[in-house]
């Protein structure tokens, strides 16, 4: 799974970056818990999660990068 800025996550919530801040205020308490700073410009992992289900934010499938040996290229 990949990281999302706070910016990238209140655009695909349809939000400003402003609103989206004050929504995650309300929840200071619990990112404290999970560990992380409000400051925080990247959300990844199990807070990703937690602020996806929160605020129901659909996250955009992404395809699973492949490599192909430089031989099959």
């Given amino acids: 799974m990949r990281s999302y800025l706070k910016s990238e996550l209140a655009k695909l919530a349809g939000v400003s970056y ?8 309300s ?3 619990e990112l404290d818990a999970m560990g992380v700073n409000p400051n925080a410009h990247i959300m990844r992992g199990d807070v ?7 605020y129901n934010i659909q996250l955009p499938q992404e395809k ?3 490599k192909k ?4 290229r």
């Fill in 69 to 72: 040996h430089i031989k099959f």
């Fill in 27 to 29: 929840r200071c308490k």
């Fill in 48 to 54: 990703l999660d937690y602020v996806c289900r929160e």
């Fill in 64 to 66: 699973p990068e492949t």
């Fill in 18 to 25: 402003s609103t989206f801040f004050r929504f995650l205020q």
